[in-house]
């Protein structure tokens, strides 16, 4: 088990990428945090968990509040005594035309998916220093974080912050031996992309823009945030990597 021993919080972790990135880290040996905001959500994912033979813990959490993540990082080290891994998973996405999107509409993307992905990040990062015991964090930001996408210009500038975040904490942080990288996927099918999904014209004219033709399924976009959690990316720091079937290459 490649992260046995180990200790990982997921952001936005009952639902869709980040459950699938909870449960599969569990089955690699770790012992995992999950938050969100749906507490029933959270303790039916930790119920999956503790069915395979897992550790978990779940947390009711906003991550724009500062006084909440430092509860959380709090009750993690408290409990597991380190925090080797956080991947901030939690996110919005609203569609709107750019000419339409309110204020209120930009300062909840801004607060939820790239604020508390440093609040989380640096709160993280600060354990991690003081246990001296280095770790990996990873930004799960968006192939619209790369090429933009209409009608979701609040969501694409917070993917884009997200990977610049990164790289800024992986130059800094290298010395204290944590390692941070973006993840970008592309489609991939949850509960925001049912409805499309649902739309056989609307899926398969979306579908022409991916060369393989198909949409991802949240358990390969956890299958790369493994590789990014334990030793076989040992000196991977700084990077974006995307998951997306080939959709970037084509758009480009």
């Known amino acids: 088990m490649r992260l046995s021993g180990k200790v990982a ?3 936005g972790g009952s639902h869709g990428i980040g459950q699938a990135v909870v449960l599969r880290y569990a089955r690699e040996g770790a012992k995992v945090a999950l938050c969100g905001r749906g507490k029933a959500a959270l303790e039916e994912t930790v119920a999956l968990i503790r069915e395979q033979g897992g550790e978990a813990l779940a947390f009711e959490t906003d991550v724009s509040d500062k006084g909440q993540v430092d509860r959380l990082i709090d009750g993690i080290v408290e409990q597991w005594g380190r925090l080797d891994i956080v991947v901030n998973n939690a996110g919005i ?3 709107s035309p750019f000419l339409d999107i309110t204020e209120d509409q930009w300062d909840r993307h801004m607060n ?3 604020k508390g992905a440093f609040l989380v990040s640096q709160r ?4 991690m220093v003081r246990l001296g015991s280095g770790g990996s964090i990873i930004q799960m930001s968006s192939v ?3 090429q933009a996408e209409s009608d979701q210009v609040h969501y694409n500038t917070t993917k884009g912050g997200m990977i610049n975040l990164s790289m800024s904490m992986a130059l800094e942080l290298a010395e204290h031996g944590i390692r941070v990288n973006a993840l970008c996927p592309g489609f991939i099918e949850t509960r925001l992309t049912k409805p499309l999904i649902d739309n056989p014209p609307a899926i398969a004219d979306y579908l022409r823009t991916v060369p393989m033709k198909r949409v991802g399924q949240p358990e390969e976009i956890a299958s790369a ?3 990014l959690a334990s030793d076989d990316s040992s000196y991977v720091t700084g990077t974006s990597m995307v998951v997306d079937g080939g959709q970037l290459i084509k758009l480009s």
Not at 124 to 127: K, P, S, T
């Open 9 to 11: 919080l997921v952001t």
């Open 112 to 114: 939820i998916n790239l």
């Open 225 to 227: 945030a493994l590789f």
């Open 93 to 95: 996405c609203e569609v």
């Open 144 to 146: 619209n974080g790369i």
């Open 124 to 127: 993280a990062a600060r354990e």
